[in-house]
């Protein structure tokens, strides 16, 4: 008993030594393998940002138009395809597309009205009414008082006749670069201004604040420019 109590003990939780090379070998052969199984396998994809220049085609009659998605005023025309009329709005003079309407609460609806700091667009398939440049070279003139205001800075304003179907407005005419509106006077709310275009099977109509026209030629260029981008065939 006393022979068998002195041999000498193994430890239960440790490998012999020699065990451990073979192994230690073993993993570093299994190693590039492991690596490039993780490579291939491992996800690519990123989450996708919002593109705020994202464009849809829709059809206005047969008119395309690529509209910026974040420009569209009504939600339930956000979508591409064909459509009856479409509603659009841009930031001025930028022409950017404007961020979502600021929320209003309980502190800040006493707040003062807040100015128009943009373009309106209203794109409508015109089933064969009358085009605008018809509208001001045979009806306007029915319509328009006899008197004649001088031009300011090339800008022609004529007002048009009480007791009218325009009564209140004036027409505001120039010639280069091409500019017509159909502006309102100021009063208790300040003057809007309505330009129409025709394009296609579609009419386009611009409606901006009458103070602009101080500035008609950048008005005008950013009319043109719009035009450009929303129906780039457009010669």
């Known amino acids: 008993m006393a022979m068998l109590s002195s041999a000498p003990r193994r430890s239960r939780g440790k490998p012999p030594a020699g065990h451990l ?8 052969i299994a190693m590039p393998a492991i690596t490039a199984v993780a490579y291939l396998l491992w996800p690519t994809w990123t989450p996708k940002a919002p593109d705020n220049n994202e464009r849809l085609p829709v059809s206005i009659g047969q008119t395309v138009f690529n509209v910026p998605k974040r420009a569209f005023r009504v939600k339930i025309q956000r979508h591409s395809g064909p459509q009856e009329r479409i509603d659009l709005n841009f930031l001025y003079p930028s022409l950017a ?17 807040q100015p128009i700091d943009r373009v309106f667009l209203s794109i409508a398939a015109h089933h064969d009414s009358l085009a605008p440049d018809i509208l001001v070279r045979t009806i306007y003139p029915r319509y328009l008082d006899a008197t004649h205001t001088p031009s300011q800075d090339g800008l022609s304003i004529r007002a048009f006749r009480d007791g009218t179907p325009y009564a209140g407005e004036d027409l505001l005419i120039a010639q280069m670069p091409a500019l017509v509106a159909r502006c309102t006077r100021d009063a208790m709310t300040p003057g809007m201004c309505l330009s129409e275009r025709r394009i296609g099977s579609a009419d386009l109509t611009f409606r901006f604040p009458r103070q602009w026209l101080t500035e008609w030629r950048d008005v005008a260029g950013a009319m043109e420019q719009l035009v450009q981008q929303l129906h780039p065939l457009q010669n």
Not at 101 to 112: C, I, K, M, S
């Open 21 to 28: 090379i073979p192994l230690l070998a073993a993993v570093m």
């Open 97 to 113: 597309t404007p961020d979502a309407p600021r929320h209003v609460t309980a502190e800040t609806v006493e707040d003062g009205p």
